[in-house]
């Protein structure tokens, strides 16, 4: 069981270049997340989605698009890359929206 | 909006200490408290609480939920170098439909 698969692990971007995150889950979970983490920082939550279809923003949306056409896959779309867009980025699924929470190992981006 | 925030940010101890991380929360309707742990990587969970004064123990790690003063604490007794890590508490509403983070608490514990 793969649980959540994130790709790439790592990634440099020059600024105003576009990038695709993806995630994608085996578990059959309704609800996906996108967070990020900037250092010595918690985890902000960018977008997520509650089933197939259905995306609402999170705390930190701006500079990000996400689409969500099937349960398994939860891309994250930065459209003109910003040195502030240099994180960790977490996606994450859960069985419902506490309980069974699962994440992915992370995508460490920088932008120069 | 909802609001996570930890205390301390970060603590330094040596083995065998015992540790108290604090997590105080702002919710507009409750549904659950949850801990992890973040070694360098992905977060892995701890404990999900959802009741008032009913602890939680795995091991030397356990945890309680106060719901009046809306607060958890994160008790780690006989601290081992492996306990260090960043803490991290977050929130459910009751919609349950995503969690809210706090900015985590950095544990060191040296030998």
């Known amino acids: 069981n793969a649980g959540v698969t994130q790709t790439p692990k790592f990634r440099i971007l020059k600024i105003g270049q576009s990038m695709t995150l993806q995630c994608t889950q085996d578990m059959n979970h309704n609800y996906m997340y996108w967070y990020r983490q900037d250092p010595g920082m918690g985890l902000k939550l960018i977008y997520y989605?509650?089933?197939?279809?259905?995306?609402d923003k999170g705390e930190v949306p701006n500079g990000y698009n996400v689409s969500r056409s099937t349960t398994e896959d939860f891309p994250l779309r930065l459209e003109l890359a910003a040195p502030s867009q240099t994180s960790v980025y977490f996606c994450?699924?859960?069985?419902?929206?506490?309980?069974?929470?699962?994440f992915g190992s992370g995508t460490r981006l920088t932008v120069v | 909006e909802d609001k996570v925030v930890q205390s301390p940010l970060s603590l330094v101890v040596h083995e065998g200490d015992t540790v108290t991380l604090n997590c105080s929360y702002e919710v507009t309707n409750f549904r659950s408290l949850l801990w992890y742990k973040q070694e360098k990587k992905a977060p892995t969970f701890l404990f999900m609480l959802t009741s008032s004064g009913i602890e939680k123990k795995s091991g030397r790690l356990s945890s309680i939920l106060d719901k009046k003063e809306l607060f958890s604490i994160l008790n780690i007794t006989a601290t081992q170098t492996g306990d260090s890590a960043v803490y991290l508490c977050?929130?459910?509403?009751?919609?349950?439909?995503?969690?809210?983070f706090g900015e985590g608490t950095q544990l060191t514990v040296n030998p």
């Open positions: 989605s509650v089933g197939a279809g259905i995306t």
């Open positions: 994450a699924s859960s069985l419902q929206g506490d309980y069974g929470y699962t």
């Open positions: 977050a929130v459910a509403e009751t919609s349950g439909s995503r969690l809210t």
